[in-house]
């Protein structure tokens, strides 16, 4: 069974960087679709960002388009979140998460895996 452990998480001011990891432990991502997911207190889990297998297919939601940046490392069994011009409304618990397709990523009913999660704070 995959174990997804998410770090990279931290406190920045409006205008920093951060970049999220995301190691898989047990079994490789190399033919799952892999994103991330954030929760901001009060809301819903919603998609951020995701990558698809094998064809390098990736999707953003549109409030983060431009400014973050998803990418893969299958050798290493590990997904970036590279995430710059942060805003306080990107504030949440960043999930890293892994799917069979990119539409069941998208989605976020057909998840096979989910990491703990990491706190992203943007101060204003």
């Known amino acids: 069974q995959v174990q997804l452990v998410e770090s990279g998480g931290g406190s920045v001011p409006t205008g920093g960087s951060l970049r999220l990891s995301c190691v898989a432990f047990?079994?490789?991502?190399?033919?799952?679709?892999v994103g991330w997911f954030r929760q901001a207190p009060g809301t819903g889990r919603e998609f951020v960002a995701g990558?698809?297998?094998?064809?390098?297919?990736?999707l953003y939601t549109n409030s983060v388009e431009g400014r973050f940046t998803i990418s893969r490392d299958d050798s290493k069994n590990t997904v970036y979140l590279q995430m710059n011009s942060l805003d306080p409304e990107d504030t949440a618990v960043y999930y890293c998460?892994?799917?069979?397709?990119?539409?069941?990523?998208?989605?976020?009913?057909?998840?096979?895996?989910w990491g703990q999660g990491t706190q992203v704070t943007v101060s204003s």
């Open positions: 047990g079994s490789t991502i190399s033919r799952s679709a």
């Open positions: 990558s698809a297998w094998g064809t390098g297919s990736v």
């Open positions: 998460a892994t799917a069979r397709n990119l539409a069941k990523l998208v989605a976020g009913t057909s998840i096979d895996t």
